[in-house]
């Protein structure tokens, strides 16, 4: 893929921005629904838990997060992503129970030990340190937290077995790898990976 190809894919879906952006944000919101449900489904993180979501983009999974959950967290490297999300969330901001901010995986901006649950949906391809990106979140979670991921099988940056050995690496454990066909016809095949942090 050329490179203005990859800066356009950057602007529409990996850090998004301006038009581009805001257009990639509504096809996310549409294609990644079932499996930000889903995920949270998983997760099914308690009232009382703080919920990490990483690369929420225009917000459907911080929705799905705050019904469960009365402690969210968003962080994104977009600023049209976080403006959208505010936008969709705003009843949950404004009643106390998520925030949102700048960040990135490899870089949360939270405390250590801080979280129970970290969420993140169609993102861990577009992260450029994965076993940084994997210590951070092992940093942020308190021991028996719990990390949800899922991606479109096709996009993932490795091999579903090496990336759950990257997560291992982390110093994750319980890791488990599956993956899970969306309702409808347009959504691709998600492949999806819990683990525990020790």
Same mark, same amino acid.
């Given at each position: 893929?050329?490179?203005?190809?990859?800066?356009?894919?950057?602007?529409?879906?990996?850090?998004?921005?301006?038009?581009?952006?805001?257009?990639?944000?509504?096809?996310?919101?549409?294609?990644?629904?079932?499996?930000?449900?889903?995920?949270?489904?998983?997760?099914?993180?308690?009232?009382?838990?703080?919920?990490?979501?990483?690369?929420?983009?225009?917000?459907?999974?911080?929705?799905?997060?705050?019904?469960?959950?009365?402690?969210?967290?968003?962080?994104?490297?977009?600023?049209?992503?976080?403006?959208?999300?505010?936008?969709?969330?705003?009843?949950?901001?404004? #009643? /106390? !129970? @998520?925030? %949102?901010?700048?960040?990135?995986?490899?870089?949360?901006?939270?405390?250590? =030990?801080?979280?129970?649950? *970290?969420?993140?949906?169609?993102?861990?391809?577009?992260?450029?340190?994965?076993?940084?990106?994997?210590?951070?979140?092992?940093?942020?979670?308190?021991? #028996? /937290? !719990? @990390?949800? %991921?899922?991606?479109?099988?096709?996009?993932?940056?490795?091999?579903?077995? =090496?990336?759950?050995?990257? *997560?291992?690496?982390?110093?994750?454990?319980?890791?488990?790898?599956?993956?899970?066909?969306?309702?409808?016809?347009?959504?691709?095949?998600?492949?999806?990976? /819990?683990?525990?942090?020790?």
């Amino acid at each position: 893929m050329g490179s203005a190809a990859q800066r356009l894919l950057m602007k529409g879906f990996g850090v998004p921005s301006g038009l581009l952006g805001r257009l990639g944000g509504r096809l996310m919101a549409h294609g990644n629904a079932a499996a930000e449900r889903r995920v949270v489904s998983l997760a099914a993180p308690s009232e009382e838990e703080v919920v990490l979501v990483v690369g929420p983009g225009p917000g459907v999974g911080l929705v799905a997060a705050a019904r469960c959950s009365a402690h969210v967290i968003g962080v994104d490297p977009s600023y049209v992503m976080l403006a959208a999300a505010r936008r969709r969330c705003a009843s949950a901001i404004d #009643g /106390g !129970r @998520l925030r %949102l901010a700048l960040g990135t995986a490899a870089d949360t901006g939270e405390p250590d =030990a801080s979280v129970d649950v *970290v969420i993140s949906v169609n993102n861990v391809q577009l992260w450029p340190d994965l076993p940084g990106a994997f210590a951070e979140l092992h940093r942020v979670l308190r021991p #028996g /937290g !719990r @990390l949800f %991921l899922s991606a479109h099988e096709k996009w993932l940056p490795t091999a579903l077995p =090496a990336l759950a050995h990257t *997560v291992r690496a982390a110093g994750f454990t319980d890791v488990r790898t599956w993956t899970w066909e969306p309702p409808g016809r347009a959504p691709s095949k998600a492949a999806q990976l /819990g683990a525990v942090r020790v």
